[in-house]
């Protein structure tokens, strides 16, 4: 069974204060490891996928990067506009999402 | 080009009713999914659908119904609710099975 686990829970911040976001993972087959972005009330807005070891993707302030076990999320100089709760997905064998259970971030202007 | 949305975007339902819950998607995608949120899991996937008139049960199929007649419609039928239920559900859609899903706005359900 696949599984994602997603750290910290939570995470507050000061504007222009970097720190990174963690998502481990077991699956069967990696074909894709994706992150989306949740606003409060809102369905999960897709930022990237990464599909091999290696690969990093940016997106403005966000970074994301891919190891055999583990993703990392990178915020760089994060505003408030950045504060919302970023999810974690792996894609295995059988095509199907396995999701985390997020990280909430908040940031302070 | 709306992309996902669902109706309704809030509903409260009592022990034993029945409702469904619609989604529906302009972007002529193939794969739609329904998927359900709990505070401190991550979401769980329901029902899926790969083309119209195919289904598949996912991780939590329990008490739920699904059909896919045409490619933009995947309504998802409670049939007896339960407390269980209360929820948000997300519905959503990709070109195939295995692209990136894009999710609709979701539908806040409580059962009491």
């Known amino acids: 069974e696949d599984q994602v686990t997603q750290s910290p829970e939570a995470l507050r911040l000061q504007e222009g204060e970097s720190s990174s976001l963690n998502c481990s993972y077991t699956?069967?087959?990696?074909?894709?490891l994706f992150w989306y972005r949740q606003d409060p009330g809102k369905g999960p807005e897709f930022l990237f996928t990464?599909?091999?070891a290696g690969e990093e993707k940016e997106k403005e302030r966000l970074k994301a990067t891919l190891t055999k076990k583990e993703s990392f999320l990178h915020i760089t100089a994060p505003k408030p506009e950045d504060s919302a709760t970023y999810l974690c997905?792996?894609?295995?064998?059988?095509?199907?999402?396995?999701f985390g259970a997020g990280t909430t971030v908040t940031v302070r202007a | 080009n709306a992309g996902v949305t669902q109706t309704p975007k809030f509903q409260v339902l009592k022990t034993g009713q029945s409702m469904t819950l619609q989604c529906a998607q302009d972007?002529?995608?193939?794969?739609m999914s329904w998927y359900r949120q709990d505070p401190g899991m991550g979401l769980r996937l329901i029902h899926y659908?790969?083309?119209?008139?195919?289904?598949d049960q996912g991780e939590v199929p329990n008490g739920y119904n699904v059909s896919r007649s045409t490619t933009e419609d995947f309504p998802l039928r409670l049939l007896s609710a339960a407390p269980s239920q209360t929820s948000v559900y997300f519905c959503?859609?990709?070109?195939?099975?295995?692209?990136?899903?894009?999710f609709g706005p979701g539908t806040r359900l409580t059962v009491l």
């Open positions: 959503a859609s990709s070109d195939t099975f295995g692209d990136t899903q894009y």
């Open positions: 699956v069967s087959g990696l074909r894709g």
């Open positions: 990464l599909y091999s």
């Open positions: 997905a792996v894609q295995g064998d059988d095509y199907k999402l396995s």
């Open positions: 972007m002529n995608h193939e794969y």
């Open positions: 659908s790969v083309g119209a008139g195919i289904t």
